[in-house]
C-alpha cells in the first residue's frame, strides 16, 4: 500500500474556498488514478473528484461539479482539490485515495481504492 498525507482542510465561510494536498510518503507505487472520497458523520464515504494519472481524464461527483477542481502534479506525486463556492453540506472529512488499476468509471467507488490517506477535516460555516 502507497502512505498518503493530506494537508488543507480547515474551517472556512460559505461561499469561501480551499484547495487540499495529497502526496505519498515513502514508497511509491505505479498510479493509475487517485481520487477525493468524503464523509459526514453518519453517513456513508462518497465519491468526490477522481483524476488518471497519464491521461489526467478527470470525474466528478454531481455534487460538486462546476465547483471542485482536481489537479495533478506528476512530478511530485500530488494530487490537488481546489474547492470552490463552498455550501454547508461539502462539511466532512476528506480522504485522498491511490489506486494502481483501472477504477469504475466515472464514478469509482471506495473499494476501487487500496490506499488511502488518514483524512483531513472541512468544515463550512453558514
Known amino acids: 500500500q502507497v502512505q498518503l498525507v493530506e494537508s488543507g482542510g480547515g474551517l472556512v465561510q460559505a461561499g469561501g474556498s480551499l484547495r487540499l494536498s495529497c502526496a505519498p510518503s515513502?514508497?511509491?507505487?505505479?498510479?493509475?488514478?487517485m481520487g477525493w472520497f468524503r464523509q459526514a458523520p453518519g453517513k456513508e464515504r462518497e465519491f468526490v473528484a477522481v483524476i488518471t494519472w497519464s491521461g489526467g481524464n478527470t470525474y466528478y461527483a454531481d455534487s460538486v461539479k462546476g465547483r471542485f477542481t482536481i489537479s495533478r502534479d506528476n512530478a511530485k506525486n500530488t494530487v490537488y482539490l481546489r474547492m470552490n463556492s463552498l455550501k454547508p453540506e461539502d462539511t466532512a472529512v476528506y480522504y485522498c485515495?491511490?489506486?494502481?488499476?483501472?477504477?469504475?468509471?466515472?464514478?469509482?467507488?471506495?473499494?476501487?481504492?487500496?490506499?488511502w490517506g488518514q483524512g483531513t477535516q472541512v468544515t463550512v460555516s453558514s
Open positions: 485515495a491511490h489506486t494502481q488499476y483501472i477504477p469504475r468509471l466515472p464514478t469509482p467507488i471506495a473499494p476501487d481504492f487500496r490506499s
Open positions: 515513502g514508497r511509491t507505487f505505479s498510479t493509475y488514478a
